[in-house]
């Protein structure tokens, strides 16, 4: 800890997630969230090595929240004034068309992200808030936001235009960005040097399969696709948000259901996936609901399954040549069923999974292909917080901003 850590937050629209990390030796240093801001009983809970404090505690509002969260480490520790944080990273969701790369926060490049907002508005608006907050009550670190669309900026344009009107989509940004960036970058890059080989010369598909899930195809380095689109709807079939659907099917619902457009939204987003299909988001509870013979939850782990095999199989056709599929996230990393099913029968494409090396959760990464699989096949965990320690290192040092290792860092004033 003597070089410094990394506070890095991700403020949803009623929680706060926050981490402590050490970007060199990436260690979590302390965790926690904030939960249920703006409601009758909110809480903390807060972990630092073997200590865990959970508050229950109305918090009303995000403000209330960073101040009980900035509290709750001098309580319980580790005090971060020692802590030398150099930098607070955001995890801000839609970078727009504007973000390529993570950037030093000044007032400018929250005004950006607030401009950004009709396109993410149930995120952005709630990143801007919790960036605010945080930059009012530590002035003097600096303060770096990192994109969930930042590593899909470059998509070749044939994989991030929707075939629509272009001045309709122009005038409207409607295109297609991508998001679980952070993770897709990550992961990409460490594979390589997980593999003994040149992230250069490396194809790989990521599958990163948590709640929400998003697929994408990494040529050398640079993402080429992904499955999530101008928003986190499209795509893979995920706990509670449908993926690919028909866009007629709302044009229907609209007309014949008496849905309104929020409804659909809320219908789509919230109440579909595994949720919609089966009653059950989680995909322990959905294998204990098949086990139980539940008729429901075994259609929606085959529509899951079913939607994964065809984007690896999209995806090998747009590389070409594959070096390697990575699961991972929450389902990636602990499910074999998941990726079993998925691989099954798939030899001809070049993945051949060794179902020994697969069985069980993977805390680390592990290669679970046998030695002739054409494609590498890996479980990779991916680690979000620690991929936007590291670059809002990287940014605040590029503008000479550390140094000192403690939260005396003069203020930011530019950006990256
Ligand atoms: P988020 O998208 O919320 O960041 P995570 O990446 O943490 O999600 O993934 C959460 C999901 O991971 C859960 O909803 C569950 O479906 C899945 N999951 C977690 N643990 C297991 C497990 N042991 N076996 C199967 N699935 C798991």
């Known amino acids: 800890m003597s070089q410094g850590t990394v506070l890095v937050v991700n403020s949803g629209s ?21 939960e249920r801001i703006g409601e009758e009983t909110g809480s ?14 109305p918090i009303a509002d995000h403000a209330a929240g960073m101040r009980a969260i900035l509290a709750t480490f001098e309580e319980a520790g580790p005090d971060l004034s020692s802590a030398g944080v150099l930098a607070v990273g955001h995890r801000v969701v839609h970078g727009g068309s504007v973000f390529s790369t993570p950037a030093l926060v000044d007032d400018d490049v929250v005004a950006q992200i607030e401009a950004i907002s009709p396109l993410a508005p149930l995120h952005n608006p709630a990143n801007v808030t919790g960036i605010r907050v945080a930059r009012e009550l530590l002035p003097h670190v600096p303060h770096v936001v990192v994109f969930d669309t930042a590593f899909f900026h470059g998509l070749p344009e044939a994989a991030s235009t929707y075939a629509i009107d272009r001045d309709v989509a122009r005038e ?10 952070t993770s897709h970058h990550y992961v990409s890059q460490q594979v390589a040097g ?19 899930a998003s697929a994408s195809a990494v040529r050398g380095g640079k993402a080429v696709e992904t499955s999530m689109g101008m928003t ?15 866009p007629a099917v709302i044009f229907h619902l609209q ?23 089966a009653g059950e988001n989680d995909l322990r509870g959905l294998h204990d609901l098949v086990a139980q013979g539940d008729a429901d939850a075994q259609l929606a782990l085959d529509v899951y399954v079913h939607r994964l095999r065809k984007y690896v199989g999209a995806y090998t056709a747009v590389l070409g040549r594959v070096d390697a599929l990575v699961f991972t996230a929450g389902v990636g990393e602990n499910d074999d069923i998941v990726r079993e099913l998925t691989c099954a029968g798939l030899e001809p ?7 020994a090396l697969n069985e069980g959760r993977k805390k680390q990464p592990t290669v679970v292909s046998r030695d002739v699989s054409r494609a590498t096949i890996v479980v990779y965990p991916t680690n979000e917080e620690l991929a936007i320690a590291r670059q809002a290192l990287e940014v605040t040092e590029a503008a000479g901003l550390t140094g000192e290792g403690s939260d005396e860092a003069p203020a930011a004033t ?3």
């Open 232 to 246: 986190p709807l499209e795509g893979l079939v995920m706990g509670t948000r449908s993926g690919d659907i028909d």
């Open 172 to 181: 409207h940004g409607v295109r297609r960005y991508g998001f679980h960036g």
């Open 414 to 416: 530019g950006h990256a």
């Open 255 to 277: 007309r014949n259901a008496g849905l309104s457009v929020d409804g659909i939204d809320d219908l789509l987003n919230r109440r579909s996936g595994l949720k919609g299909l």
């Open 194 to 212: 997980f593999l003994g080989r040149r992230v250069e010369d490396l194809n790989t598909i990521v599958l990163h399969l948590g709640n929400g």
């Open 349 to 355: 494409l070049g993945y051949e999974l060794d179902p």
């Open 44 to 57: 903390l809970t807060h972990t630092s090595g073997d200590t865990k404090v959970t508050r229950d505690e």
């Open 14 to 34: 009623s929680s706060i997630k926050y981490q402590l990390v050490d970007p060199v030796g990436g260690r979590a240093v302390a965790s926690g969230v904030v």
